[in-house]
């Protein structure tokens, strides 16, 4: 929800506070609650209700659309970042998680660390509910269900997690409320219940549904290890100057080749870069390049970076230069031909990428496939950067290689029923048709195209002197989608 106020402030006016505003998400019966700001959490909306249900009891709710992949996106970034505390985070569905056993002396306690994570969270326009606890999964039920900030220790452990509600296990519906059927409402509860009996009430369910195992791990009776991913690979090389100079071309090439040792090492391959300087008064500039294919030729870096040196302000000069690969992909080892030589595919990816950096990313383009049925979306254009050309669609029948955009318009002289025209006028030019093939009948697109938009009947067409012409008629007497029909050469074959 914070999220959503940030991005939606930077566009328009947020609704008044009093107002319940709810971020909806697709469910398996309709929208449903996926976040609710403070209002709607005073009136008892519930994250998970149905849209539907929710409006019929607040009239004046306020519906947004949610985008749970960008939350997703955004907590994966704020567990990165959050490894300015301890170096074991990850990111889980609503939240994140945090191994700081051995770092909390470093901030001047638990306390203090609480205390500093809060405000920091706080700087960036995110709310946080903080606990810190033993195990990893007491520490997540008394953020969600226990005081803000708490911190408790093994000995009171079992004190703290009592009062709460099963549901803090993170349950399954159903789950809890056979529980709540059965009195077992809190985690105090829980725990008092012979185990025999719930043993063998969830002996076929999964672990992570079993509320005995999950309160075992919570109160540390069982291991719960936290495996956080490790550390993304910063591909980075750089020169330090021993005094400021003016011209950065001498050393591109030193830059270029240890940044390409380091990509070998890891066989992977770049497909963006950045060459930054910093001058000495402070200042830095930089210049993004990008490739049509994962590479690490130190040359091909070379050729290049030095098409975007040109406008970069080195000031009163500049002591330390960076060549960084922002974007890599993987790129095994491999020998291209058995006599050493490159292959063909490598020498276009270089030209795409040499043309792109003098001309522009966006003037350098090839085809793209769309699935379609009509003729003219079948092709369109993307930046040859961003990715690879994918095969052409499969067709039902062949398709002229030359077309028409837009068709252009025939008079049709003499019509068959059912048929092409057996004479018609294009370019003031009158043809006589000599035998056809077809019809070949595309529908509209309902998904695409506008309400009252005609059925087509194409036909391959030839005539007396030999030519062959792709022929459509655009409706069909009586479709009640407009007049008669008309007559369009969308194409040439040969």
Not at 65 to 79: K, M, S, T, V
Request: hydrophobic share 45%.
């Amino acid at each position: 929800m914070d999220r959503w106020k940030r991005i939606t402030a930077a566009q328009r006016t947020l609704p008044d506070e009093a107002v319940p505003v709810v971020l909806a998400a697709q469910g398996s019966h309709g929208p449903v609650v996926h976040a609710v700001n403070l209002a709607g959490v005073g009136r008892g909306i519930m994250v998970g209700a149905r849209v539907v249900d929710v409006q019929a009891i607040h009239p004046d709710l306020h519906v947004e659309q949610a985008d749970p992949e960008g939350d997703q996106a955004l907590l994966a970034r704020l567990a990165h970042w959050a490894r300015r505390w301890c170096p074991w985070t990850v990111a889980e569905r609503d939240g994140i998680l945090m191994d700081v056993r051995g770092s909390a002396h470093l901030f001047g306690g638990e306390a203090q660390m609480v205390r500093d994570m809060h405000n920091r969270f706080a700087m960036q326009g995110l709310r946080t509910r903080l606990a810190l606890a033993p195990t990893r999964g007491a520490a997540q039920m008394l953020a969600r269900f226990g005081a803000q900030g708490v911190i408790c220790g093994l000995e009171d452990l079992g004190a703290k997690l009592a009062p709460l509600s099963v549901a803090a296990l993170r349950l399954p519906g159903d789950t809890v409320r056979l529980l709540d059927r059965l009195g077992l409402k809190t985690i105090g509860a829980l725990e008092g219940v012979p185990r025999v009996g719930l043993m063998r009430r969830f002996s076929g369910v999964a672990e992570t549904v079993n509320p005995l195992v999950l309160l075992d791990r919570a109160l540390g009776r069982s291991a719960d290890p936290l495996d956080a991913p490790p550390d993304a690979q910063v591909m980075l090389a750089r020169v330090r100057m021993a005094e400021p100079v003016i011209d950065p071309l001498p050393w591109v090439e030193e830059l270029a080749e240890g940044l390409a040792a380091q990509l070998a090492r890891a066989e992977l391959g770049a497909r963006r870069l950045r060459l930054t300087i910093y001058r000495v008064d402070g200042e830095w500039r930089w210049r993004d390049v990008a490739t049509a294919s994962a590479s690490r030729d130190p040359a091909h870096f070379v050729r290049l970076v030095t098409r975007k040196l040109d406008g970069i302000d080195p000031g009163f000069g500049f002591d330390l230069m960076t060549l960084e690969a922002m974007r890599t992909e993987p790129l095994a080892l491999h020998q291209d031909r058995l006599d050493g030589g490159r292959a063909a595919g490598a020498d276009v990816a270089a030209l795409l990428d040499r043309l792109a950096a003098k001309l522009g990313p966006t003037k350098v383009t090839w085809a793209a496939w769309i699935e379609s049925h009509k003729p003219e979306r079948v092709e369109a254009r993307m930046p040859a950067l961003v990715g690879a050309v994918q095969g052409a669609p499969e067709m039902l029948g062949a398709r002229p290689l030359r077309l028409f955009d837009p068709p252009e318009e025939v008079v049709v002289l003499y019509a068959v029923p059912e048929g092409p025209p057996a004479r018609f006028s294009w370019r003031r030019v009158v043809f006589l048709m000599a035998r056809f093939e077809g019809p070949e009948r595309i529908a509209p697109e309902w998904w695409r195209d506008r309400s009252g938009t005609r059925l087509r009947d194409y036909y391959k067409v030839e005539v007396t002197d030999g030519r062959r012409f792709w022929l459509f008629r655009d409706g069909i007497v009586g479709d009640a989608r407009g007049g008669d029909p008309r007559w369009f050469v969308h194409g040439v074959f040969g």
